[in-house]
């Protein structure tokens, strides 16, 4: 059997660079003649996608058991031809994966904070709407990234870059509680050994990412290589 592709996953907050990055990667392989396809979630161009674009934009309200399972979906609607692309010998690139849909699902507390007392100070404590492992649950089995990227922005660096969108998540709490899920993800995705962790400081200049993204990237393909089946999400 010839080589399989590898599959290369690119997950931070928003505004840290994920897209350009995933953009530049692809330009990469493509100057060193790896073949390559890039894909992005969630796919907004699919019917689940359009449902999920319209919950993103607030034209529409649904429950968040219901919109995790839509961007869960999202991706088993392409899982096969994920792992076809892979099986061919194509390398795919995706921007935001199964870890984005855990970190943002399970980053979802109540508006209104519960309290305990210590002391004379009262300490919030923050209800989860969906815990960490029913977020988890749906992305079982789905095809495993070899290598993921976390592009880890600082709160200031991401506001100066033109702060945040109109899109729901897009405001700085939403996006310190994903930090929190992320951190804990990549400890679980690098114990299972299911796949290479690669934490990024995306604070730096865009062109040093992308050389350490390359850095990453071209032994992994070159050298180790990506062998046997591709595998499946812990
Ligand atoms: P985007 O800005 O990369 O298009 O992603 C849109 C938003 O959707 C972003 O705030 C992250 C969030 N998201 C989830 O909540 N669950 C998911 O499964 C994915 C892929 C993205
Ligand atoms: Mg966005």
């Known amino acids: 059997m010839s ?32 073949p390559c396809k890039h894909i992005k979630f969630p796919d907004r161009t699919t019917p689940i996608g359009k449902m999920i674009d319209s919950y993103l934009q607030s034209k529409t309200e649904l429950d968040d058991h219901v919109i995790h399972l839509l961007f869960s979906a999202n991706r088993w ?24 849909g855990i970190a943002f699902s399970a980053a979802k507390v109540l508006p209104r904070e519960t309290t305990s007392k210590d002391g004379d100070s009262t300490i919030p404590i ?28 600082s709160p200031e660096k991401a506001e100066s870059r033109g702060g945040y969108g109109e899109e729901r998540y897009e405001n700085k709490e939403v996006q310190e509680h994903v930090r929190q899920v992320f951190d804990r993800i990549g400890e679980e995705i690098e114990s299972s050994g299911v796949g290479k962790w690669v934490v990024l400081d995306a604070d730096l200049d865009k062109d040093e990412v992308e050389q350490s993204v390359w850095d990453e990237v071209k032994p992994f393909i070159e050298h180790m290589g990506v062998s046997g089946p591709v595998r499946k999400l812990w």
Do not use: M
Not at 79 to 99: P, Q
């Open 77 to 100: 609607e392409l899982a096969s031809s994920i792992v076809k692309a892979l099986e061919e010998g194509t390398t795919v690139v995706c921007d935001r994966y199964a870890f984005s």
């Open 3 to 34: 080589k399989r592709g590898a599959f290369i996953a690119i997950e931070g907050l928003d505004r840290s660079g994920k897209s350009t990055q995933a953009s530049a990667l692809i330009k990469r392989l493509e100057a060193a003649n790896v």
């Open 126 to 153: 923050p209800t989860h709407v969906l815990s960490y492992e029913w977020c988890r649950a749906p992305e079982i089995s789905l095809p495993a990234p070899d290598l993921t990227f976390l592009l880890e922005v």
